[in-house]
């Protein structure tokens, strides 16, 4: 199995950007197609961004297309979520996921690894 660890969160102001970086050990990450999905308060888990195994392929949430950018670096085990013109609508626990097939799901049912999550806070 694999084990993530999200780091890069905080508090910003709107407009403002943050990077997520998602730190993978265990099994080899190159092995597994990966996501960022978010949760905010009262709100169910939200798909926001996935790439493939070899990050040739990503695939994200219409509202944030155009500011987030989701990346990855097999050398380093880590895959990054670049936001930028962060917004309050963002403000959320963000989560990296791992998937053992090569599909982006955008199902949050279909990973088969979490991190613990990191909170995002988006002032006005």
């Known amino acids: 199995q694999v084990q993530l660890v999200e780091s890069g969160g905080g508090l910003v102001q709107a407009g403002g950007s943050l990077r997520l970086s998602c730190a993978a050990s265990g099994r080899t990450f190159s092995r597994y197609a990966m996501g960022w999905f978010r949760q905010a308060p009262g709100k169910e888990r939200e798909f926001v961004a996935a790439?493939?195994?070899?990050?040739?392929?990503?695939r994200c949430l219409g509202s944030v297309k155009g500011r987030f950018t989701i990346s990855r670096d097999n050398s380093k085990n880590t895959v990054y979520l670049q936001m930028n013109s962060l917004q309050p609508d963002d403000a959320a626990v963000y989560y990296c996921a791992a998937d053992e097939t090569p599909v982006m799901h955008t199902t949050a049912g279909l990973y088969d690894y979490w991190g613990q999550g990191i909170q995002v806070t988006v002032s006005s």
């Open positions: 790439i493939s195994r070899t990050g040739d392929s990503t």
